[in-house]
């Protein structure tokens, strides 16, 4: 068991804080807010929108060519995913 799912398991509330690309990672946390839990986000040197990414940066991060449209219900669904798979590793 990892020290983050130690604290996810026991802690009431949490903050999350992301990192480069972990940034939208967090603000994905903190906007769905998992259970009701956490508290606040940071966010350090995050990645810029990734809406604004050409020259096949959004392929690399997301399998996503640069003419596909990224609007709020891909953003929303790509987070609820992010969310889901960050708290399934955390709970197991």
Known sequence: ??????VYK????YAVCG????????IACAVLNLNNR?????LVSS???????GGGMRK???GVDDDVEM???????????SAAA?????VG
């Open 86 to 90: 960050i708290h399934k590793r955390l």
């Open 38 to 42: 956490v508290a606040a986000a940071g």
């Open 47 to 53: 990645d810029a929108p990734y809406t604004a990414m």
């Open 71 to 81: 609007d709020m219900e891909w953003a929303r669904a790509h987070a609820s995913r």
């Open 60 to 62: 690399r991060l997301f």
């Open 10 to 13: 026991r802690q009431e509330k």
């Open 19 to 26: 990192y480069s690309s972990g940034g939208p990672h967090a």
């Open 1 to 6: 068991s990892s020290a983050a799912s130690d």
